[in-house]
């Protein structure tokens, strides 16, 4: 997806005290992609738990804008 010039932070969520999301806008030339770190710290050392990737950023966008007729 082409050159890879740098990320930008979409969002950050806190569970608990050991575990938290962050999710991250790749900026790649041809088009962007998240990559979502689920980190999770079973006693003293933070870990990946999950990872996940994609590229329907802008899909996802656009739905988000629709409107849906609900209060």
Do not use: C
Not at 36 to 63: C, H, S
């Amino acid at each position: 997806i082409g050159k890879y010039p740098g990320k930008d932070l979409i969002m950050q969520r806190k569970a608990s005290n050991s575990l938290v999301l962050y999710s991250y806008l790749l900026k790649h030339e041809g088009q962007p992609a998240r990559m979502t770190f689920m980190f999770y710290k079973p006693k003293n050392e933070w870990e990946i738990y999950r990872l996940y990737f994609d590229v329907d950023v802008d899909g996802e966008l656009a739905e988000s804008s629709r409107v849906t007729g609900k209060p």
